[in-house]
């Protein structure tokens, strides 16, 4: 007999049929008559109920069935006598398949902090909270697959281990087959990397914009979506060493397209998230945050607010808010100041553009006051930075005297330079943080909670 899903037996029409669940015991209780199991298989936050009659089993006969032992359950599929749940499943045989020894087994029924289940996060899947996670980061996965083949973009796989740094901020992961602790060294005591597999210094990817804007000057519309690395040294909730994100990259797009597009998307995915994952949120907004939906629901009928970093300055010198670090046009904002911005003072989503040169990427296009970029961060409630994008320069010469001025050598970025040598177009891109999109979406205070095996400073059980 074929096993059918408890997403599939909750909604199911029928009754009186017999049907086969498998899955994982959550909880067990009853009386001398009758034991009620509860059993969940991931494919919903919801349990089902299997009753188990005392007059067909033996206490002896379910001594196994405990907290997350896995079981497989053959009975009929009736109409609920108890409140919260439609149908449950009256047992004709319970068999359990792997056993979870309740002295040893350490998820119990009372619930858990999130930091104990960070220690044990090959089990935390098990949980109503990561199962909930789980299927949103899935869910929003597949709704940006979907956001960008229906609008004419393609997919591209942007490499992994590459030899450039496209943010140029140094916050490199090395990756060599050299011994790391004894290289070889040429007589002048540099490490030799001709010995190397790639016979020179490779990293992973921080970004896979560069080699995203080489496919978008042929197909025109493309994203990347993928595992990028950096090596800062952030030991915060908004920080990971290995995240995901989608990085769309447009020929023929200018800054105000960018943001449209941004803005679009965002509004997007939450939309898909509110119509497909509602159990899930339901639940995360009970358990955590009262405020989730209403939250989504507000960005999904709100425009964002725009302005323009010299604008946004203005607005943080007249706050009255006292911040950490001083505002001065020209530094980088902190997080302090974009959430002041978006949690205080608009009350929305934000894209901030024009940010002085600076503070920003080599690649962004230079604007007329030859001061600020065309730059645009859109920053989230809750979050900060979300979005980093911008457009990019096409002018070949005004690229190469910006890579002089921030030494990034131009022999190595040839086949870049290539695309502003041949069929140069206006083009822009951004890249959204898969994580930070999670955790907005999902409620969560911490970007450890939204992947399921977290990379950070000091961490890497497995
Ligand atoms: O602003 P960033 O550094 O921009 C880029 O990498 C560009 N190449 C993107 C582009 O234009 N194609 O990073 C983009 C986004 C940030 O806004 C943030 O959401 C996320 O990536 N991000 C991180 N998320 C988790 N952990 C980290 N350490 C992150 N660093 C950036
Ligand atoms: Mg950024």
Redesign the pocket.
């Known amino acids: 007999m074929k096993r059918t899903k408890v997403k599939a037996l909750l909604q199911s029409a029928e009754r009186g049929h017999e049907v086969l669940l498998k899955g994982w015991v959550r909880t067990k209780r009853g009386n001398k008559y009758v034991t009620f199991i509860a059993v969940n298989d991931g494919s919903t936050i919801h349990n089902i109920q299997v009753v188990a009659d005392m007059n067909l089993f033996t206490d002896e006969s379910l001594r196994d069935v405990t907290t997350g032992a896995s079981v497989s359950v053959l009975g009929t599929l009736v109409e609920s006598q108890g409140k919260g749940q439609s149908v449950e499943i009256q047992a004709r045989t319970i068999e359990v398949i792997g056993l979870a020894d309740p002295e040893t087994y350490p998820l119990q029924k009372k619930g858990h902090s999130l930091e104990f289940l960070r220690e044990i996060a090959h089990l935390r899947p098990r949980t109503n909270t990561f199962g909930a996670v789980l299927r949103i980061r899935h869910a929003m996965a597949f709704a940006i697959h979907r956001y960008f083949n229906h609008n004419g973009f393609f997919y591209v796989h942007t490499p992994v281990i590459t030899a450039s740094d496209?943010?140029g901020a140094g916050e490199m992961f090395r990756v060599t087959t050299l011994d790391p602790i004894n290289p070889p060294r040429t007589e002048d005591g540099q490490v030799d990397f001709s010995q190397d597999f790639f016979g020179k210094s490779t990293n992973l990817t921080?970004?896979g914009?560069l080699e995203?804007e080489v496919c978008a000057m042929a197909l025109s519309e493309i994203y990347t979506f993928g595992p990028?690395f950096?090596a800062?040294n952030?030991n915060t909730s908004?920080?990971?060493?290995e995240?995901w994100?989608v990085?769309p990259?447009m020929a023929f797009y200018d800054l105000e397209d960018n943001m449209d597009l941004a803005e679009d998307f965002l509004r997007y995915l939450v939309r898909y998230a509110l119509d497909h994952c509602l159990d899930d949120l339901q639940f995360l907004n009970d358990m955590y945050d009262k405020e989730l939906l209403a939250r989504l629901n507000f960005v999904v009928e709100h425009d964002f607010q725009r302005l323009t970093y010299s604008e946004a300055v203005a607005i943080l010198r007249d706050a009255k808010q006292k911040f950490e670090y001083k505002v001065d046009w020209g530094t980088d904002l902190q997080s302090e100041h974009e959430r002041y911005l978006v949690e205080k003072h608009f009350k929305k989503p934000v894209i901030l553009t024009n940010y002085p040169k600076e503070v920003k990427?080599f690649y962004m296009k230079l604007n007329d006051d030859n001061k600020t970029v065309r730059a645009m961060?859109v920053l989230f409630p809750g979050i900060g930075?979300?979005?980093?994008?911008?457009q990019r320069e096409e002018n070949y010469d005004k690229l190469v005297a910006r890579m002089q001025e921030l030494n990034i050598p131009e022999k190595e970025m040839w086949w870049y330079l290539d695309t502003r040598r041949f069929g140069s177009v206006p083009h822009s891109?951004?890249?959204?943080?898969f994580?930070?999109l999670l955790l907005f979406v999902t409620g969560m205070g911490n970007?450890r909670d939204v992947i399921p095996f977290p990379r950070f400073p000091k961490s890497a059980e497995f």
């Open positions: 496209a943010e921080v970004s914009q995203g990028t950096r800062e952030s908004r920080h990971l060493a995240f994100m990085e990259e990427s961060d930075e979300i979005i980093g994008g911008s891109g951004f890249g959204l943080g994580e930070r970007i």
